[in-house]
């Protein structure tokens, strides 16, 4: 059994997508190439066969993997969650106690992470700094660039 990890029913809904994207259109899309390749004659000698072949061993692997991460994966039901401290899930406001900056996160698994949408990684240093502490609790959180002391603000689902 593959390692369990959990999602938010918006990041189950994108795996499932993803993979009926992969099953029902490219993986007809490659099929169909392998045949056009197949009609142009001799297969030993047939580039686009072969290069069709490849990309299809690969689409298969991408498939089989994705499976394996769904079967594996875990809706986390966020409602029954703590919200005294940060945990998965959470979204944390922090102030930046060098600068005076506030900045507002949300803690999500690896495979939902999106900065650009204040979604970081469970395992990304700031998140990793700021789970299992409270409202209030002053973090200090090492970044590329240094050590940087973080005041929690607020913590909310």
Same mark, same amino acid.
């Given at each position: 059994?593959?390692?369990?990890?959990y999602y938010t029913k918006e990041g189950i809904k994108k795996l499932h997508d993803e993979l009926?994207?992969?099953?029902? $259109?490219?993986?007809?899309?490659?099929?169909?190439?392998? #045949?056009?390749?197949?009609?142009?004659?001799?297969?030993?000698?047939?580039?686009?066969?072969? @290069? #069709?072949?490849? @990309?299809?061993?690969?689409?298969?692997?991408?498939?089989?993997?994705?499976?394996?991460?769904?079967?594996?994966?875990?809706?986390?039901?966020?409602?029954?969650?703590?919200?005294?401290?940060?945990?998965?899930?959470?979204?944390v406001k922090i102030k930046n106690l060098k600068n005076g900056s506030s900045m507002t996160y949300?803690?999500?698994?690896?495979?939902? #992470?999106?900065?650009?949408?204040?979604?970081?990684?469970?395992?990304?240093?700031? @998140?990793?700094?700021?789970?299992?502490?409270?409202?209030?609790?002053?973090?200090?959180?090492? $970044?590329? #660039?240094?050590?940087?002391?973080?005041?929690?603000?607020?913590?909310?689902?």
């Amino acid at each position: 059994m593959g390692k369990v990890s959990y999602y938010t029913k918006e990041g189950i809904k994108k795996l499932h997508d993803e993979l009926e994207q992969l099953v029902k $259109v490219e993986r007809p899309s490659i099929s169909k190439q392998i #045949a056009e390749a197949r009609d142009k004659g001799d297969l030993s000698e047939n580039a686009e066969y072969h @290069a #069709a072949k490849e @990309a299809q061993g690969m689409l298969e692997l991408k498939i089989a993997k994705l499976q394996e991460v769904i079967h594996n994966a875990r809706i986390l039901d966020e409602s029954k969650l703590d919200t005294s401290k940060v945990l998965l899930f959470s979204t944390v406001k922090i102030k930046n106690l060098k600068n005076g900056s506030s900045m507002t996160y949300s803690i999500v698994p690896e495979q939902e #992470a999106d900065l650009r949408n204040q979604k970081i990684s469970v395992t990304s240093p700031i @998140a990793k700094g700021l789970l299992g502490k409270m409202v209030g609790d002053t973090v200090e959180i090492k $970044v590329p #660039a240094g050590v940087i002391p973080f005041e929690i603000v607020e913590i909310s689902r």
